[in-house]
């Protein structure tokens, strides 16, 4: 059974770097048949999709081109986990962020596997507020 | 790609149906020939989760009262009789097309 553990601070202060961690179970942050997401939660912008990184045979990544100035996202194969980034926080970073895992069959891609690609397990959400 | 619900509130009498409605900028066919449209239930104080993907495919435990449908811009997420438990804010979102982008989300409340 797959589970997502977030972990990070509730309290940044703004212009600085908001750093949050999401602990795989029951998967690999390398393997072949996932790929590993981020989205925040707002009242105010609501869900917005902040960047990915995948492995196949090397580490991929893709941002938000709104976020890119100022996300990374880091896979740790040791902890087997993968963390978020986001430096020069205001309070308009103020969200619930989420991890999320993205599953794919044996064929590692949306294409080859005829478009079943999924979210199919999120991490139980961690509440950032920005604010001195 | 902005993804439009409607509508945003959804009040429905237990036992009765409902309708969500999802319209994209543009469409959200892929270049491999897939639709990536999916629908996501957020019940209260919990993270989303997938009720379908690729406009229709039922993720696993989703009942049979939920169907999803549509084609290329326009999408409808139907609920053929609301229970309790379908309470909650229903999102649809595409992953055609980067970024990905998330509809505006609709309340599900018994009337």
């Known amino acids: 059974q797959v589970q997502l553990q977030q972990s990070g601070p509730g309290l940044v202060e703004p212009s600085q770097t908001v750093s949050l961690t999401c602990g795989i179970f029951?998967?690999?942050?390398?393997?072949?048949?996932?790929?590993w997401h981020w989205v925040r939660q707002s009242p105010s912008r609501g869900l917005e999709w902040l960047g990915r990184?995948?492995?196949?045979?090397?580490?991929?990544?893709d941002y938000a081109e709104s976020m890119k100035s100022r996300i990374t996202i880091n896979p740790d194969t040791a902890r087997n986990q993968f963390s978020l980034q986001l430096s020069s926080v205001t309070p308009e970073d103020t969200a619930v962020y989420y991890c999320?895992?993205?599953?794919?069959?044996?064929?590692?891609?949306?294409?080859?596997?005829?478009?079943?690609?999924?979210?199919?397990?999120w991490g139980q959400g961690t509440p950032v507020t920005v604010s001195s | 790609i902005v993804m439009t619900q409607t509508p945003l509130s959804s009040p429905v009498a237990l036992g009765q149906p409902a309708s969500i409605s999802c319209r994209s900028s543009?469409?959200?066919?892929?270049?491999?020939?897939?639709?990536?449209l999916h629908w996501l239930q957020q019940r209260p104080g919990q993270p989303p989760r997938l009720l379908f993907y690729?406009?229709?495919s039922r993720f696993s435990g989703v009942p049979d009262r939920f169907s999803g449908s549509g084609a290329g811009t326009d999408f409808t997420l139907k609920i053929s009789r609301v229970e309790a438990e379908d309470v909650g804010i229903y999102y649809c979102?595409?992953?055609?097309?980067?970024?990905?982008?998330f509809g505006q989300g609709t309340k599900v409340e018994i009337k």
């Open positions: 990184t995948y492995y196949r045979s090397r580490w991929y990544y």
């Open positions: 690729k406009i229709s």
């Open positions: 543009q469409s959200l066919v892929h270049s491999d020939g897939n639709t990536y």
């Open positions: 999320i895992r993205q599953t794919y069959c044996s064929g590692g891609y949306c294409a080859t596997c005829g478009g079943d690609c999924y979210y199919d397990h």
């Open positions: 979102m595409q992953a055609t097309q980067f970024p990905w982008t």
């Open positions: 029951g998967d690999s942050v390398a393997s072949y048949t996932a790929s």
